[in-house]
T-cell receptor
């Protein structure tokens, strides 16, 4: 069974630009969550999608958005990039239900210059 | 996914010794806890989980202990091996929610 796939692995963008990251969950997993990992803040929850609907959202500005498609694939978008957005963005997929483990992809390393 | 050079607590152990990694959580409503291992160049990898109605759970070479009274979680790794060198995160999930809250992480270094 293929794991969670994130593309691209690495990305360099300029301040003010926007970026779209992609995540393909494990087959059969309908919940997709996004996390930001930085040296200063660690791993922080961005948002979760299930059945094409955002179910939960972390404490991030509106520049961070996402969506989920009918095949459960998800994208996240960051607009008007700031230097502080440089981070590792991780996607996790899980089955629906209480107490189910989340499987992570390898992440997309975003560098904003 | 890389371990991004976090300013982490560190633990160094000799190969073959047992390791204990600790984690404090703050949310009394959390009812599910997971330990993840993150190696350089990879995303977090599931190690073991425990539900709040348990206080101990064992896996292969790993044991998780949960003390709800003091909101403390620990991961014990038996006979630590060089391949165990990584950053270890505890994560908690609140009942009814699907998002995880992660601890700061601990960098484990195994000395051959």
């Amino acid at each position: 069974k293929a794991g969670v796939t994130q593309t691209p692995r690495y990305l360099i963008k300029t301040r003010g630009q926007q970026v779209t990251l992609s995540c393909s969950p494990i087959s059969g997993h309908r919940s997709v969550s996004w996390y930001q990992q930085t040296p200063g803040q660690g791993l922080q929850f961005l948002f979760e999608y299930f059945s094409e609907t955002q179910r939960n959202k972390g404490n991030f500005p509106g520049r961070f958005s996402g969506r989920q498609f009918s095949n459960s694939r998800s994208e996240m978008n960051v607009s008007t990039l700031e230097l502080g957005d440089s981070a590792l963005y991780l996607c996790a997929s899980s089955l629906v239900g209480a107490n189910t483990e989340a499987f992570f992809g390898q992440g997309t390393r975003l560098t904003v210059v | 996914g890389e371990s991004v050079g976090l300013h982490l607590p560190t633990l160094s152990v000799q190969e073959g010794d047992n390791s204990i990694i600790n984690c404090a959580y703050s949310n009394s409503a959390s009812d599910y806890f997971i330990w993840y291992k993150q190696e350089s160049g990879k995303g977090p990898q599931f190690i073991i989980d425990i539900r709040s109605n348990m206080d101990k759970r064992q896996g292969q070479r790993v044991t998780v202990l949960l003390n709800k009274t003091v909101k403390h979680l620990s991961l014990q790794i038996a006979a630590t091996q060089p391949g165990d060198s990584a950053v270890y995160f505890c994560a908690e999930k609140e009942a009814g929610a699907n998002n995880l809250f992660f601890g700061t992480g601990t960098r484990l270094t195994v000395i051959p």
